[in-house]
């Protein structure tokens, strides 16, 4: 059973998880309007498995007892003067989203709700994986930093990225 502290606290993750699908959209309309389609398919990739994260605390939050909040969406930011600025604006984003996921873990752990606890171990994880990616692209942005030809690589090699829908739960 969810404490109020508990249940608001996942409604407001499932909140940041569909705003960080609104974020990613954004940027990948940043990265379509700078010619650089490979950069906007990986965002959109991205943007597709933000949906699938808000839609397990939803579906979380009705198996396990709790009650569904679905709270207002801000405007995420759309413009921004590189790549690399647009990568370090996700990275950041990334960062305080497992924050955010560390207090969630922290709360159970006050509830002793087990249940909450092994569900939040997946997103623990996934949050490793996910400022790896981000800061791995950052870093070879560094890289090819004012070399057009080694963006255009680039380019090229993030619009491989499929997206993979997660097993069912
Ligand atoms: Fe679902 Fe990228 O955090």
Same mark, same amino acid.
């Given at each position: 059973?969810? $404490? &109020?502290?508990?249940?608001?606290?996942?409604?407001?993750?499932?909140?940041?998880?569909?705003?960080?699908?609104?974020?990613?959209?954004?940027? $990948?309309?940043?990265?379509?309007?700078?010619?650089?389609?490979?950069?906007?398919?990986?965002?959109?990739?991205?943007?597709?498995?933000?949906?699938?994260?808000?839609?397990?605390?939803?579906?979380?939050?009705?198996?396990?007892?709790?009650?569904?909040?679905?709270?207002?969406?801000?405007?995420?930011?759309?413009?921004?003067?590189?790549?690399?600025?647009?990568?370090?604006?996700?990275?950041?984003?990334?960062?305080?989203?497992?924050?955010?996921?560390? &207090?969630?873990?922290?709360?159970?752990?006050?509830?002793?709700?087990?249940?909450? &606890?092994?569900?939040?171990?997946?997103?623990?994880?996934?949050?490793?994986?996910?400022?790896? $990616?981000?800061?791995?692209?950052?870093?070879?942005?560094?890289?090819?930093?004012?070399?057009?030809?080694?963006?255009?690589?680039?380019?090229?090699?993030?619009?491989?990225?499929?997206?993979?829908?997660?097993?069912?739960?």
């Amino acid at each position: 059973m969810f $404490s &109020k502290e508990l249940q608001d606290a996942f409604n407001e993750q499932m909140k940041n998880e569909f705003f960080s699908a609104y974020l990613y959209m954004a940027i $990948s309309g940043y990265f379509e309007a700078e010619d650089l389609p490979g950069f906007a398919s990986w965002m959109r990739v991205q943007a597709l498995e933000e949906m699938t994260h808000g839609e397990k605390f939803f579906h979380f939050l009705c198996e396990a007892g709790g009650r569904t909040n679905l709270l207002p969406i801000e405007g995420p930011k759309n413009d921004f003067k590189t790549p690399l600025e647009a990568f370090e604006f996700s990275l950041n984003h990334e960062q305080f989203v497992t924050a955010e996921i560390n &207090k969630l873990m922290d709360l159970a752990n006050k509830d002793n709700n087990h249940a909450a &606890k092994i569900f939040l171990q997946w997103f623990v994880t996934e949050q490793v994986e996910e400022e790896a $990616s981000f800061g791995l692209i950052l870093k070879q942005l560094k890289r090819v930093e004012g070399d057009g030809r080694g963006l255009i690589m680039l380019d090229q090699e993030l619009g491989q990225r499929v997206f993979t829908p997660p097993a069912a739960a």
